[in-house]
């Protein structure tokens, strides 16, 4: 942009929390305080308490019970306070933000936004999930809450923009009315450069995993929350073929019962469960993924991702730029980023057979597994974050316009 602009960014949630949500908005932030412009983040107290020494731009909380209040009320069926809107009213006459980029329909839009747009300042919302998309086989997204979809609804129509971080996202947009005049997309990022430079000592860390030279470890990251169906990883990987060489790695909160089932099938010596990897989290560096989990990501062969819906799948896109032939499903999130065939493999959504028959397919074919892998590294070039905050500074050029 032409001049340096001052950016507001609202957010329920953030850092030291670890999700796709707190882990762009610091990534989205840092790069453009480091391009210059005056960015400020807006976060519940607890978080801005716990960060507020350790990033490049500046951090203020937001008032207490932000969203929290909101979204009790709906769950209790009372009509929600908007007192926190005139908040955001008095806080643009005293601070003259250029833009207000407001993370997540519900609660920080449906909050904020009207207390913004009536100053006139510039504003867009970027959805990030549970705001916009739902799966009621694991009751995700907040539209299963009575009243929020209305809300989500009226909140977005009056958005002067929207982001959609997919084209799985967009059309959700779409279908709720949205029009597609106003919707641009900018999908989620990956700190490319970390991933495709750090080093990591293959043979060490898989020593560690119990791996041979000849097992094809195969990997999986993420929280044991329905919606990511690592429930149907036992199932699966009990179909594989025993006599072949393989591990399997999986990473994440919550897990542990994921590992005492394939324990019970019999596959313990196959297994390593690690409950946690820090974030990495440094002063004036997005370090996320952390080394650590980029060093598993390249000791690995495979990325198994048997989710249910994503909006963007952040963890499938890192493991595509560190080289894995990824295995994932046919879902909203996936289709979006892997294209069966050419840089991954997609099945149908909860058919533990569908997941097994495409990791033996891969087991069986290591030429496969290579061209998948080098294909996925190019496809994830388009995910680097100073592509991505490139695409929000387009928006935001379009809102704000260019002197």
Request: proline share 7%.
């Amino acid at each position: 942009m032409s001049r340096p602009l001052s950016i507001a960014h609202v957010t329920a949630s953030f850092l030291p929390v670890v999700g796709g949500l707190e882990v762009a908005v610091h990534a989205i932030a840092e790069r453009q305080a480091a391009r210059g412009h005056a960015v400020t983040v807006f976060c519940p107290a607890r978080f801005w308490w716990a960060m507020r020494r350790t990033v490049n731009f500046r951090l203020l909380p937001l008032p207490p019970r932000f969203g929290a209040m909101q979204m009790d009320a709906f769950r209790a069926g009372r009509p929600p306070s908007m007192i926190h809107a005139h908040w955001f009213t008095a806080l643009q006459h005293v601070m003259g933000f250029d833009i207000w980029h407001l993370h997540m329909a519900m609660p920080t839009a449906f909050v904020a936004a009207p207390g913004i747009a009536r100053t006139g300042a510039p504003w867009l919302i970027t959805c990030h999930g549970a705001d916009i998309q739902v799966d009621r086989r694991s009751g995700y997204g907040y539209r299963l809450i009575p009243g929020v979809e209305a809300a989500v609804i009226e909140t977005l129509r009056r958005a002067p923009l929207v982001t959609a971080v997919s084209g799985s996202i967009r059309s959700e947009f779409e279908s709720l009315g949205v029009d597609p005049a106003r919707i641009r997309d900018v999908p989620n990022g990956i700190s490319l450069d970390r991933i495709t430079r750090l080093p990591a000592d293959r043979e060490a860390i898989r020593a560690t995993l119990g791996a041979a030279s000849d097992d094809v470890v195969m990997l999986t990251v993420g929280r044991n929350h329905p919606k990511k169906g690592f429930d149907l990883i036992p199932p699966a990987l009990a179909l594989l073929d025993r006599d072949k060489p393989w591990k399997f790695v999986l990473v994440g909160r919550g897990n542990d019962a994921i590992g005492r089932q394939l324990h019970e099938l019999g596959l313990g010596e196959r297994i390593t469960v690690i409950a946690e990897i820090g974030t990495g989290a440094s002063p004036g560096s997005s370090s996320f993924p952390s080394d650590a989990l980029i060093a598993l990501y390249k000791s690995a062969d495979i990325f198994l991702f048997p989710t249910r819906i994503e909006s963007f799948g952040i963890v499938t896109a890192e493991a595509m730029a560190a080289g894995l032939a990824v295995v994932t499903t046919d879902v909203p999130g996936s289709r979006d980023i892997v294209r069966h065939g050419f840089d991954g493999l997609l099945v149908p959504p909860d058919d533990p057979a569908a997941l097994a028959g495409a990791l033996g397919r891969l087991l069986d074919d290591p030429a496969l597994r290579a061209r998948l892998a080098r294909e996925a590294i190019d496809s994830a070039a388009s995910y680097d974050w100073p592509v991505v905050v490139d695409g929000y500074h387009a928006c935001y050029e379009e809102l704000v316009g260019t002197p």
